[in-house]
C-alpha cells in the first residue's frame, strides 16, 4: 500500500490585482498565477506563513 502525504490545496479565488507587491510574489512562489489555480503544497511552517500573508485571497482545504 502507497502512503499518501498529508498536503494542503490552496486555490487562488481572488486576483491578486491591486494587491502588495510582497503578497504577489507569495501567491506566485506558492504556483498561484490565476484565479483558479490550485495547488498541494507541504503542511509546514513556511508554508502556513505564506498562507497567512494571503490569507484574503485564497482558499484553503486539509489534506488527509
Known sequence: A???TAGLTVKLVKSTIGSKKDQIATAN???LFKVGDTRVQPDNAA???KLAKISHLVEVKEGK
Open 29 to 31: 512562489a506558492l504556483g
Open 2 to 4: 502507497t502512503k499518501k
Open 47 to 49: 508554508t502556513r506563513g
